[in-house]
């Protein structure tokens, strides 16, 4: 049987806190694979600041050695907006188990996503932990101990919160803008 976690995303940019839950989530000995996805296009958002197509790049820079984490193109090579529930459906046809990793600043919002009831019925959520928030018991949790969102780190780039793999080339496109 084929367990997949599914994090997706926007990573507009990646951060260490992104890495930390990727590599909390390698500690689970049930999955098999890491599925990280990029969105094109948050369904929450209305634009994003670097595009999907570099988003995609850096990520797959930053994991291009790991062999339990895979970054697809699913979601940026659509070109639209794409709801989770279609990213869950599309690797069912590949795994047996999906697991949709969310952080814990989403739950307040979790029932606001498109086909929810559906999509709690296809997949395991994990929690990853943040800013205190409190999860119920029902969940998965993965601890991750990295204070830090993507929209701060736009507002004030700092290079020691980027992977170092990417980090010259997401100071340069931040810097610019």
Do not use: C
Not at 74 to 88: G, H, L, M
């Amino acid at each position: 049987m084929k367990k997949v976690a599914l994090y997706g995303g926007s990573f507009d940019p990646p951060h260490i806190g992104h890495q930390a839950v990727i590599e909390a989530l390698k500690n689970l000995d049930f999955l098999d694979k890491i599925i990280v996805m990029p969105t094109f296009l948050n369904p929450f958002k209305e634009s994003s600041f670097a595009s999907a197509p570099l988003r995609l790049r850096w990520l797959r820079e930053m994991f291009l050695e790991d062999t339990r984490v895979h970054v697809s193109a699913y979601e940026s090579d659509a070109a639209r907006k794409v709801p989770a529930i279609e990213s869950v459906k599309h690797l069912l046809e590949t795994y047996d188990e999906v697991y949709l990793v969310v952080g814990a600043d989403n739950l307040a919002t979790l029932q606001e996503w498109y086909k929810y009831d559906e999509l709690k019925d296809l997949v395991t959520f994990i929690i990853a932990l943040r800013d205190d928030i409190e999860v119920p018991d029902n969940y998965l949790t993965l601890e991750v101990n990295e204070d830090i969102s993507s929209s701060s780190l736009r507002k004030n780039i700092k290079q020691d919160k980027l992977p170092k793999k990417v980090s010259q080339d997401i100071l340069k496109e931040y810097n610019e803008r």
